[in-house]
């Protein structure tokens, strides 16, 4: 589990791609590596990975075709930066949400409005997603933890209102329009959103409901 908080920016030193599989190397920092072992969970952009290497210059990741396809991942590039979260433990504050790097979709980038106190960011969001998502609920874009500011269900758009802190720590203070994040929308709501649409489904349970009315 992760908390949405992105602890550092790290960059990409180097990518081999192999049939199926793709080694990401990624140069984390003295206070990331604090403890890290082998099989231990990162979530690189929000994607939770399982530590599989380690050198004196970075550490490794195995990436497999299913999460290429379904993540940004596949799309980096020696010298980008990604965003990196430890694993939580019981000791850390909860400052974002419960997030658990199983990336639901990625979103991409269709406008930016900024002025000098904060930077406004319009995202299209495949419509199957978009009915998980509410104005001031959660979400995590390259595993940073944001709040709605707005949902347009009719364009098929959210948008997210980031502080200058936010901008200087995680990758959406570099992204532009046309990019792509990684989008993981929260848990509850779509256990909650999923279960009322079944019980809508079944004709004997609507039969009981309108019963009540």
Known sequence: ?????VQELAEVVAISR?????????????????????GASVAIN???LTVARQTPAAVGFDVIAETLE????????????VNVERSATFADEIGGHRVSGHVSTTAQIVAIAEDEANRVMRFSVPR???RLLFHKGFVALDGASLTLSAVDREAGCIEVSLIPETLARTTLGFRRP???????VDAETQAVVETVE?????????????SLA
Request: proline residues 2%; neutral net charge; aromatic residues 6%.
């Open 1 to 5: 589990m992760f908390t949405g908080i």
């Open 18 to 38: 192999r049939e199926g599989i793709t080694r990401l190397e990624i140069a984390l920092s003295q206070a990331r590596r604090e403890g890290l072992v082998g």
């Open 46 to 48: 929000g994607t939770c």
């Open 70 to 81: 379904h993540t940004n991942l596949g799309r980096l590039e020696v010298g980008q930066q």
């Open 128 to 130: 199957q997603w978009l």
């Open 178 to 184: 046309g990019d792509e994040v990684n989008l993981e």
């Open 198 to 210: 079944r019980l809508f489904a079944d004709p004997q349970w609507r039969r009981q409901l309108m």
